[in-house]
């Protein structure tokens, strides 16, 4: 019903930048809290940051003052800017949505299959 496709992931240098970008398709009515998780090999998935529909947002500690999230709601996409990227920036990155697919339907989380970001020189 709901799909969530990521883009934008890759190779980078230590204190290089990517923008990833993640954008929801389907029955979609409407779509409250968007954000971006991460997963390191061997690692639980952690929350990286999130964002409401009215632009609220929310960040991990260990990604504050680095990365910024975004979203353009007629657009239906998610962005994650990342800068001054670490070693340990390395993971899959999950999109996450919590869409409404009919005017009756209760709110339901959705997620994209990953973008691998790796960190390395």
């Known amino acids: 019903q709901v799909q969530l496709v990521e883009s934008g992931g890759g190779l980078v240098q230590p204190g290089g930048s990517l923008r990833l970008s993640c954008t929801a398709s389907?029955?979609?009515?409407?779509?409250?809290?968007m954000g971006w998780y991460r997963q390191a090999p061997g690692k639980q998935r952690e929350l990286v940051a999130t964002i409401t529909s009215g632009g609220t947002t929310n960040y991990a500690d260990s990604v504050k003052g680095r990365f910024t999230i975004s979203r353009d709601n007629a657009k239906k996409t998610v962005y994650l800017q990342m800068t001054a990227l670490k070693p340990q920036d390395t993971a899959a990155y999950y999109c996450n949505a919590e869409v409404k697919t009919g005017t009756w339907s209760a709110p339901a989380t959705y997620w994209g299959q990953g973008t691998q970001v790796t960190v390395s020189s």
């Open positions: 389907g029955t979609i009515f409407s779509i409250y809290t």
